[in-house]
């Protein structure tokens, strides 16, 4: 499976923007997704996890309530819809896939899929 994440740029602080993570493949549906991030200088983090089908989600605490994933497997594609974004969310934004249909956690060890990055800066 290939990743390829859309959607990153400049945005000012309390804007918006959504990340697309297109995947590759026609087992799309058989892996749970998520999201994560890197800011420079600091370790890779988790942002969000969605099952497969879409039905339950989990996110970091710092993004509960501002940000959603969602998933459309019809198109093969994972959605990171971001709002009210501030600087501290500067980052390489991640999208990754678990051969599990339910793992959401944050354990990066156990994604097996990854995309190559897609640059998210939020001015202040």
């Known amino acids: 499976v290939q990743l390829v994440e859309s959607g990153g740029g400049l945005v000012q602080a309390g804007g918006s923007l959504r990340l697309s993570c297109a995947a590759s493949?026609?087992?799309?549906?058989?892996?749970?997704m998520a999201w994560f991030r890197q800011a420079p200088g600091k370790e890779r983090e988790f942002v969000a996890g969605?099952?497969?089908?879409?039905?339950?989600?989990n996110y970091a605490g710092s993004v509960k309530g501002r940000f959603t994933i969602s998933r459309d497997n019809a198109k093969n594609t994972v959605y990171l819809q971001m709002n009210s974004l501030n600087p501290e969310d500067t980052a390489v934004y991640y999208c990754?896939?678990?051969?599990?249909?339910?793992?959401?956690?944050?354990?990066?060890?156990?994604?097996?899929?990854w995309g190559q990055g897609t640059q998210v800066t939020v001015s202040s």
């Open positions: 493949g026609r087992t799309f549906s058989n892996y749970a």
């Open positions: 990754a896939g678990v051969k599990s249909t339910y793992y959401t956690g944050s354990d990066d060890s156990r994604y097996d899929f």
């Open positions: 969605i099952t497969w089908s879409g039905g339950s989600a």
